[in-house]
């Protein structure tokens, strides 16, 4: 028996936006099976255990492109939960990788190749590069870059502090996307923590100031090479609203995957118009 939900429900259920219809396919590869042109969503798992993680998986992989077990929680895993949960993520095509402050807490402590070796020993396929607390050179940034490109890994930096208050310089960010890209970094994260207040393009009260993200399209026109971390739901729909289905957003969280694939598919009133049709002349009745 086809389980596949393609095998069930009418395809203008299952994507009215028609943009999305082939999440649902099995990942056997990450490598292999991701498609360029499709929205990344990137989840933030603060601690979850083995049967919550395999629930998430179970019910949400076709969903997921990649998994960051954010911050410092790594290491306080026992060794046997967390090669289980990288394992899994990994044979449903899904990237894993650390939170980007344990590098920089790796930068701080002058232990970089220690956790290099680690987190390869361990079966992570992906690094996120950042300095949201600590301050970085651009060679140090680029060298992070490509030693995780020699290691295997599929490298997403990270732009922005996480200090509350701390806005996007559009100009600089257009620089670091074009040298991040340059080492060997596939994707820029705009920061906005995981409470997505007062903090990158977030002000106190969660809304997205608008005026900044137009400020950032003015230096960095192509927005497909930026993930927006955007926790909350109304960011989530913002940011859909003015992107698109197959705009690329982070820090979501594992509970949440479903219900954003809804907003990205049209299918929650927050994007209903995502689905809505423009009749043909025929469609209409004219009277005289």
Known sequence: MNNSMRAVWPRELRDPSGTRFDSDKEKKDAAVS???????????????????????????????????????????????MLLYKIDLAKQHGISVMTGGTLLEIAVQQDIVPAFFDTVCNLGFNALEVSDGTIELSRQKRTELIQEGKKRGLRVFSEFGKKLSGSLIDAAILADTVELDLAAGAEYVTVEARESG????????????????????????????????????????????????????????????????????????????????????????????
């Open 197 to 288: 207040v007062s903090v990158g393009i977030f002000d106190k009260h969660g809304e997205c100031r608008e005026d900044v993200v137009d400020d950032i399209l003015k230096f960095v026109p192509d927005h497909r090479t930026l993930i927006w971390e955007a926790p909350l739901k109304n960011q989530q729909a913002m940011l859909l609203r003015k992107f698109g289905s197959n705009v690329h957003l982070g820090n979501i969280a594992p509970t949440e995957v479903m219900a954003l694939e809804t907003l990205r598919r049209g299918l929650r009133q927050d994007t209903f118009e995502f689905g809505l049709k423009e009749k043909t002349p025929d469609e209409f009745c004219y009277m005289i």
């Open 34 to 80: 991701r498609d360029p042109d499709r929205g990344l969503t990137m989840v933030i798992d603060k601690g979850l255990g083995r049967n919550t993680f395999a629930d998430v998986i179970e019910t949400a992989s076709p969903y997921i492109d990649c998994i960051k077990f954010g911050f410092g929680t790594a290491p306080l895993y026992r060794t046997d």
